[in-house]
């Protein structure tokens, strides 16, 4: 069965990098995923997809500071710079065919 | 840019049928190039992928609500829908559509439309 995991919560100092990991199950590592935020009391937004191979395509307007990349099963989002406006919950989810499946979302706090 | 918008009744009865739309400007639903999408989140919770529509007719759902669930496409008025059959309070949540470009991912997701089931 296909699950991602995600750390519950992770939180960095303002203007810091953080790194959210998202690992996906064994027999399953070489799955893209994408990554989606959720700003308080708002909607997701698309992020970025990161592939097997690591690669990684944003979607519009996503800032330069937002890069993905791979390390076997885990696919990690890492934002440089932290700003206030970052603070939400981030999920990844599992992109292309077949059944999708969203992590539990990382909730990211800037102090 | 495409642009999604949900709407539906806000409060279902339990044992009823739970119907959503969402309607889609700025691109069509016929294209086959896309996975048109339904996701919830419980209140306080994470995010839930309900099952999507793509190729004309295809369809792929959650195993855990495959048996309730209904994704269908309407070309004539650019839109595509959810229903979610005998519901109950476990079913409230917010609603989202989405749309996933098949070839690189790109999602886009509608603004979600809050779903209470209460009698």
């Known amino acids: 069965q296909l699950v991602l995991t995600q750390s519950p919560s992770v939180s960095a100092s303002l203007g810091a990098s953080v790194k959210l990991t998202c690992t996906l199950s064994?027999?399953?590592?070489?799955?893209?995923i994408a990554w989606h935020q959720q700003r308080p009391e708002k909607g997701p937004r698309y992020l970025m997809k990161v592939n097997s191979d690591g690669s990684h395509s944003k979607g519009d307007g996503i800032p330069a500071r937002f890069s993905g990349s791979r390390s076997g099963a885990e696919r990690s989002l890492t934002i440089s710079s932290l700003q206030s406006e970052d603070e939400a919950d981030y999920y990844c989810q599992t992109s292309g065919t077949g059944p999708w499946v969203f992590g539990g979302g990382t909730k990211l706090t800037v102090l | 840019q495409v642009q999604l918008q949900e709407s539906g009744p806000g409060l279902v009865k339990p044992s009823e049928t739970l119907s959503l739309t969402c309607a889609v400007s700025?691109?069509?639903?016929?294209?086959?190039?896309?996975?048109w999408s339904w996701i919830r989140q419980p209140p306080g919770k994470g995010l839930r992928w309900i099952g999507y529509i793509y190729y004309g007719g295809s369809t792929d759902y959650n195993p855990s609500l495959k048996s309730r669930v209904t994704i269908s496409v309407d070309t004539s008025k650019n839109q595509f829908s959810l229903k979610l059959s005998s519901v109950t309070a476990a079913d409230t949540a917010v609603y989202y559509c989405?749309?996933?470009?098949?070839?690189?991912?790109?999602?886009?997701w509608g603004q979600g439309t809050l779903v209470t089931v209460s009698s």
């Open positions: 064994s027999g399953h590592s070489n799955y893209a």
């Open positions: 700025g691109g069509s639903v016929s294209s086959g190039d896309y996975y």
């Open positions: 989405a749309r996933e470009l098949i070839l690189t991912g790109y999602m886009s």
